[in-house]
């Protein structure tokens, strides 16, 4: 029997967080969510609270509300392009294992779901910058006391028709989609797919597994 799912999300102002969200609330076996956000997500529904926090940094204010979950769907993200690498490290890599690092002793039968990218790069050298970071971040992630860890590797994502934080040269490049689906399905797969995987992760029999877009596409499929 499929245990009821309390999720903490955070990325929920973002593309990837908002469509999570969104499955999350949709789904009859979440019992409760915590969005953990920056600013305001704007969203109200009877199952959802949220958390307004500046310092991802610092969770020490906020931890005695952290109690009590048994997943964390970390959505956030920032885009290396632009940022030189000392900041990418620090916005990527450490702000997510301290992070996770505090959810591990607050909840240790946790699932943790964290949104790599494709082309990470699991051995951590050579590459681009950016693949070597989320490559350790994946890999440190996977050595905290959670009870499941899941990096996600989506390529091409089509936004969840709807939703407001969709990034808006989607709508320019949207008609992509099916024609890379068919060539290439590994690469492209839906946020619909991401979220509906992710809430499978917490009652899959895995506890350890890096989810390439093949993987995330016969997640989302699970029961």
């Not at 991802?56 to 993200?77: K, M, R, V």
């Not at 890999?139 to 808006?168: C, H, Q, W, Y």
């Amino acid at each position: 029997m499929s245990k009821k799912i309390k999720a903490i999300i955070t990325g929920a102002t973002g593309m990837v967080g908002e469509g999570v969200l969104h499955e999350a609330l949709l789904d009859s076996n979440v019992e409760s969510v915590l969005v953990i956000n920056r600013k305001a997500c704007g969203i109200s529904h009877p199952k959802l609270k949220e958390i307004i926090h500046a310092d991802f940094f610092d969770l020490s204010a906020i931890e005695q509300q952290l109690q009590g979950y048994n997943a964390c769907f970390f959505c956030l993200g920032t885009t290396s392009v632009g940022v030189d690498e000392e900041t990418y490290f620090k916005m990527t890599y450490t702000l997510t294992l301290n992070f996770a690092s505090t959810l591990s002793k607050l909840n240790n039968d946790m699932c943790f779901c964290y949104v790599s990218g494709a082309g990470t790069n699991s051995s951590e050298k050579g590459g681009s910058n950016w693949s070597r970071v989320k490559g350790k971040t994946e890999n440190d992630l996977m050595k905290l006391p959670f009870s499941k860890v899941f990096a996600f590797r989506p390529g091409f994502i089509k936004p969840t028709e709807g939703l407001k934080n969709t990034l808006s040269f989607y709508k320019y490049i949207n008609w992509l989609f099916p024609i890379g689906r068919a060539l290439a399905p590994a690469m492209f797969c839906t946020l619909s797919e991401i979220g509906r995987a992710m809430l499978n992760c917490v009652n899959s029999a895995e506890n350890r597994k890096v989810l390439e877009g093949k993987d995330i596409i016969a997640f989302a499929k699970l029961l």
